[in-house]
């Protein structure tokens, strides 16, 4: 059953984003776990060896060009961009690689997402066994068939307000060895320390206040979580990795706010 109103509230009619408590933003867990960056300088750097490489051309004073255009800051970049459209094309290469990954992943999370939705309004959260031409879905509904127990809240909202931070989690689920899960979908690869930190973020939070829907009613008391998953469907293998070094992580995530206030 759905609680009392409380001074909680998640805004995103306009796609805002914007968690708040007494009408005041909540810092975003994510933003905060944004501090710690993944090294993404040698991605960028091949993709735009990539570009210039099959382009073919050849640009002699390139680099005097470059030298001086910096010296007049933005201006001149954006003038030599214009002048040579490849070197655009080359600045750019990560930018476009990065969106056009950013659609998949939403699609993909999307799928996720409303497989485990239709499994708690359909089933009491049980896994349910789907045909599905998609892989990686596929992979995720046969491991949750063999491990989940239940499904128990998916896309619900979390605060703190010792933290002043808020969130949406992605998925709760209780598994077949009795271990209550918080996990996340990734389009990344493989699981990094960062996202484990942001779960932890999630958990510290629900742990204040409880879980609640985004108009801010309280749908549950704070639960004990016993681990944290991540879901990274950017690769075919689709590998499950689970963390249990609970303690460390929040930590990790504490120390995340605390530099992103010094930072600001």
Known sequence: MEDTIQEYKFIDENKEHLH???????????????VISKNLTWWASELSAIECLESGEHIPTIRVEYLEAKKSGKQGIDDLQKKYPIFKKARFAHFVDKNNKADTGTDMHEMLEKYVKKCILENNGVPMLEITDDKKLGKFINWSIDNVEKFMFSEKNVYSTELWVGGQFDVIMKLKDGKICLGDFKSSPVAYQNQFIQIAGYDLQQSENGIFTSNGYKLSEPLKI??????????????????????????????????YKLNK
């Open 20 to 34: 708040t408590f007494c009408d005041k933003p909540l810092l975003g867990t994510s933003t905060i776990t944004g």
């Open 226 to 259: 016993d681990c944290y998953y991540v879901f990274p469907f950017g690769s075919d293998e689709f590998k499950v990795e689970p963390r249990f070094n609970l303690d460390e992580l929040k930590n990790g995530f504490r120390a995340c706010v605390t530099l």
